[in-house]
């Protein structure tokens, strides 16, 4: 039943607002608190980040990800894109500074979503330098230079390791799409 | 093989995926997104990564109320409910909500047509002919149905607890390191103490301790950290948060997010709720040197 939350946004219902806000309001706040400086700042965030799921709702594909990963995706989206706005840096690295994530216990039965729950495993398979590199610098935050520094590989090196990283968990949480998929499975 | 500039769009789609992208590098997107029409759109990086944040966030906390409701009124604004309705919608969380009350507002007071009332009527029919049916199918069907088979309990198989799998690691792993707990201010009114066991083959770990004091969860939680010798002291490894509720001895499993190779110390810190990313150390509780 809650994978037809936005579907039925996307056809204007309005109790679906509601089930919207009680299944996915604490995970985007949470996010938010995260990647914002202040609550205020996260306030905002949140009510952006909910204006653009109505929005995209319909664009909802319940093939390609669950409604938690792809709420959490435009959540991120838009975070990201606030954080370049206040920043005004073109690189990442100030970014990266403030992207932080809260750690916690990984026990399977609190992971938010299917794909969060595959993810856990997916990384597992990862290379420990690609694992490292990967939990580094999307859940940790840190930057290219400083992953680079913290496990002692050059700068390239961290990037082939990230990209590479993203691509495998790409091919095994099956979210590349059929035809994309074989691009980059190289 | 991919040409180069296929290789700087899969580059920049998967830049895009961990942090932002700089005016020339979403403009170089574009571009390469006509030339590669099939990447156009392309969420997968993203979900990948999102699917990756997930797995170690807290989902657990809660919106505050008034910005429930601001979102509530936003969405009133956005899909234009306003205009023309009497009804408003109630902007308490749903499960709150059905506690007693009804999900509208009390302006909302809807008209019971004949067909709303038959649909309650029906409703009301089916509810006691499943009564009825649960009654003669629970309470009677064993002479009933005499012929069937009872229903075999299933037992659940037992889990092993954490005490039990702390003996198992012990006695599986022969790599097994142990470090004794201790206050980190030794001022401190609280004697705290206990052991760490850490197997690096296995990358698995408990920590056992006595008398750290009961936290409140929603103000704050314990978090392990592993200073590993092949990482920057400056980032120890986070091994998981953790709450405390009772007295006595408590075991918890460590949790390290990435491999530890060579640990040199643990140390607990109290952090706020859900853990943070970078300790800033003030709050040390305990410690464990190997």
Redesign the interface.
Same mark, same amino acid.
């Given at each position: 039943m809650a994978q037809v939350i936005l579907q039925r946004i996307a056809d204007?219902d309005?109790?679906a607002?509601?089930?919207c %806000?009680?299944n996915y309001?604490?995970?985007?706040?949470? &996010?938010a608190?995260?990647m914002c400086r202040n609550n205020a700042d996260a306030?905002d965030a949140?009510?952006e980040i909910?204006?653009d799921v109505?929005k995209n709702a319909g664009r909802f594909d319940e093939n390609?990800?669950s409604e938690?990963?792809?709420i959490?995706?435009i959540a991120?989206?838009r975070l990201?894109?606030r %954080?370049?706005k206040v920043t005004r840096k073109?690189?990442?690295d100030s %970014?990266?500074d403030i992207?932080?994530?809260?750690?916690?216990?990984?026990n399977e039965d609190? &992971?938010?979503?299917i794909?969060?729950?595959?993810?856990?495993k997916a990384?597992k398979e990862l290379r420990?330098e690609q694992?490292?590199a990967?939990?580094?610098?999307?859940?940790?935050?840190?930057s290219h230079q400083e992953i680079a520094?913290?496990?002692d590989m050059p700068l390239g090196t961290v990037?082939t390791h990230?990209?590479r990283g993203?691509?495998q968990?790409?091919e095994i949480?099956g979210?590349?799409?059929s035809?994309?998929s074989k691009?980059?499975s190289? | 093989m991919k040409n180069l500039n296929e290789e700087t769009l899969l580059d920049l789609l998967c830049k895009k995926a961990v942090a932002f992208l700089d005016a020339n590098e979403l403009e170089q997107l574009k571009k390469l997104e006509k030339e590669f029409p099939e990447w156009k759109d392309d969420d997968s990086f993203e979900l990948a990564a999102t699917a990756i944040n997930l797995s170690v966030i807290d989902s657990g906390e809660k919106m505050p109320f008034h910005l429930r409701s601001k979102i509530m009124a936003n969405a009133e604004d956005y899909f234009g409910w306003n205009e023309g309705l009497q009804e408003t919608i109630s902007f308490e969380p749903r499960n709150e909500v059905n506690n007693g009350s009804l999900a509208t507002s009390a302006s909302y007071a809807p008209k019971t047509s004949f067909w709303q009332s038959l649909g309650w009527g029906v409703a009301a029919f089916a509810c006691i002919a499943l009564a009825v049916n649960l009654y003669l199918t629970r309470f009677q069907g064993q002479t009933d149905v005499a012929g069937n088979k009872p229903p075999v309990l299933q037992t659940p198989t037992p889990q092993p607890t954490d005490v039990q799998k702390r003996e198992q690691l012990l006695a599986s792993a022969k790599d097994t390191l142990k470090a004794e707990v201790a206050k980190a201010d030794p001022k401190s009114p609280n004697e705290i103490s206990g052991d760490i066991v850490w197997s690096g083959s296995e990358q698995k770990g408990y920590i056992r301790f006595r008398g750290l004091p009961a936290n409140d969860s929603s103000k704050s939680t314990y978090q392990l950290w592993i200073f590993d010798e092949a990482q920057d002291e400056k980032y120890p490894i986070d091994g998981g948060v953790f709450d405390v509720n009772k007295d006595g001895e408590v075991i918890i499993p460590i949790d390290a997010k990435i491999n530890v190779k060579n640990p040199k110390m643990f140390a607990i810190t109290k952090e706020k709720p859900g853990g943070v990313v970078v300790s800033d150390r003030t709050g040390i509780v305990a410690i464990a040197k190997v």
């Open positions: 204007g309005k109790t607002v509601q089930d %806000l009680d309001g604490g995970l985007v706040w949470s &996010l608190r995260r306030e949140v009510q909910f204006i109505w390609q990800a938690t990963t792809f959490a995706m991120r989206r990201i894109d %954080l370049r073109p690189d990442i %970014l990266e992207l932080y994530e809260p750690s916690k216990d990984s609190i &992971l938010t979503s794909e969060a729950k595959e993810a856990a990384m420990p694992r490292q990967i939990y580094l610098s999307i859940v940790q935050g840190c520094e913290t496990l990037k990230i990209r993203l691509m968990m790409r949480l979210s590349g799409n035809g994309n691009e980059v190289a | -």
